[in-house]
Each structure stands twice: as structure tokens, then as C-alpha cells.
């Protein structure tokens, strides 16, 4: 009979090293679905201010949906026509209990309203404060 302590000493190494390889590429896909779900995080934060209200024609005539609260709510306090800094409408939203999501108020705030202004629906003043394009309503 044979010795066959050393085939199987080699094909344990080799089954070892096959798992190794696996574990590495398990690794390597725990990394990306982390960094998708940050993305995705990323995204569903920063997804509400690209929207805007239902009805709501921007300076260039195209109607736009607002969906996102922090959208209405800039709506609503610009409504007015008076313009507004980034500090009033951050002292405003607090005030009305607006839900930034664990987002800082004023930053949050603000990439909105460059979202707002992209789309020309508001306007930043020289005095850089923020009013509703006129058209906009």
C-alpha cells in the first residue's frame, strides 16, 4: 500500500489557498457594498433638494416639481418677494420645526438653494441674499 500522507498535506495547502483566495475576494465585495451604501446614503441625503414644488415655473418658463420639504419650506419663505439671507432662512426653518435629517441646517439650506438657483427658480443677490426669481411663483 502506498503512502498518501503527503497528497493530502498538498491538497490541503491547495484548498487553503482556494479559500484564501476567496476570503479576499469576499473582503473585496464587503468594500464595495460599503461603498455603495455610502453612495446610496449620499444620494438619498442629497436627492430631496434637487427637487422642487408641484406647479412651480422657474425663470426660464419650465415647471418644476417640488417635492422635498426643505424646497417648499424656501418657497414659502420667499413667497414674499423680500430677500432673505442664508441666516434668516436657516432662524426661519428652525423656528418651523423643519427636519434637516441630522444635516447641518445652514449647509443643507444653502446646497438647496444653489440647486434652486441652477434651475433658475431663485436668485442670490449682490448683498447675498436669496429671493425668488421674478416668473418664479
Known amino acids: 500500500m502506498r ?3 503527503k497528497d493530502l498535506e498538498e491538497r490541503i495547502e491547495e484548498t487553503e489557498a482556494e479559500r484564501a483566495q476567496f476570503h479576499r475576494r469576499i473582503e473585496a465585495l464587503d468594500q464595495r457594498i460599503d461603498m455603495l451604501r455610502g453612495m446610496l446614503e449620499s444620494e438619498k441625503a442629497r436627492w430631496p433638494e434637487q427637487q422642487v414644488l408641484p406647479g ?3 425663470g426660464n418658463g419650465v415647471r418644476h416639481r417640488l417635492s422635498s420639504p426643505l424646497s417648499q419650506f424656501l418657497v414659502k419663505a420667499l413667497a414674499d418677494g423680500a430677500p432673505r439671507s442664508l441666516s434668516d432662512l436657516k432662524r426661519r426653518a428652525k ?3 423643519v427636519d434637516f435629517s441630522g ?3 445652514g449647509r443643507a439650506l444653502h446646497f ?3 440647486g434652486m438657483q441652477q434651475n433658475q427658480m431663485v436668485e442670490r443677490l449682490e448683498t447675498g441674499e436669496w429671493k425668488l426669481r421674478d416668473g418664479s411663483s
Do not use: E, W
Request: proline fraction near 7%; hydrophobic fraction near 45%.
Open 3 to 5: 503512502d498518501i500522507r
Open 103 to 105: 444635516k447641518t441646517p
Open 56 to 58: 412651480l415655473i422657474s
Open 112 to 114: 438647496a438653494l444653489v
Open 95 to 97: 423656528d418651523m420645526g
